[in-house]
């Protein structure tokens, strides 16, 4: 699976839209690209995924870019409970093999 | 509630004595794995089982074992315990044929 590059933290005015980058340069075309978070100390949360069209749910938007060698996470409008680590990871999908789900981006929503 | 829980949630050992942490979900799902979360390190992969009887190692599987006898256990089993493997670790469960993982609270462990 490749591997992908994210800052290592950002900040974020509360109600403001958050970008988090993701760099997935050596992207394979059966590979996906999947967002989790984790807050805290808790287990990772499920965000989002994709595959080349620009996805959105009720949490976030994914925006992918044509050549797909990167991609972004945006959160609309960034509250306080926002802040969090953010993974952005890419695997082939449904193959039931390794997650790998590096170290992330730290998000502060500042008041 | 569909969960997945982990026991101990904290747990403090000493250098080799054998311990378990038991992980147990309710979803009926075939793919369990479990995480070691390090500062500086991210989450990293131990071990990760596609069903009952299949197990594979993920990227630090030395010092640890596992067990698929059931679909809902996969408990870590540590035989001989040592400092570096104090770490938080997580258990998830996902359906076959999906990506989304569920995780459960985490257990803290130290081994002194």
């Known amino acids: 699976d490749a591997k992908t590059t994210q800052p290592t933290s950002m900040d974020c005015a509360e109600g403001r839209a958050a970008n988090l980058p993701c760099n997935h340069s050596t992207i394979s075309g059966n590979e996906y690209v999947y967002w989790y978070r984790q807050i805290h100390s808790q287990g990772p949360q499920y965000i989002i995924h994709?595959?080349?069209n620009n996805e959105t749910n009720e949490m976030a938007s994914l925006i992918i870019t044509e050549d797909r060698k990167s991609s972004t996470l945006i959160l609309p409008h960034a509250t306080l409970r926002d802040t969090a680590v953010y993974y952005c990871i890419v695997r082939v999908a449904h193959t039931g093999n390794q997650f790998y789900f590096g170290t992330g981006t730290s998000l502060t929503v500042i008041p | 509630e569909a969960q997945v829980t982990q026991n101990p949630r904290y747990l403090i050992t000493v250098t080799g004595k054998k311990l378990t942490v038991t992980c147990s979900q309710n979803m009926n799902h075939e793919y369990m794995s479990w995480y070691r979360q390090d500062p500086g390190l991210g989450l990293r992969q131990i071990y990760y089982?596609?069903?009952?009887?299949?197990?594979d190692k993920g990227d630090v599987p030395e010092g640890y074992k596992v067990s698929r006898k059931e679909k809902r256990n996969f408990p870590l089993i540590l035989e001989s315990p040592s400092p570096n493997q104090t770490s938080l670790y997580f258990c998830?469960?996902?359906?076959?044929?999906?990506?989304?993982?569920?995780f459960g609270p985490g257990t803290r462990l130290t081994v002194l």
């Open positions: 089982s596609m069903n009952v009887e299949v197990t």
């Open positions: 998830a469960s996902s359906l076959e044929g999906t990506d989304t993982q569920y």
């Open positions: 994709g595959l080349k």
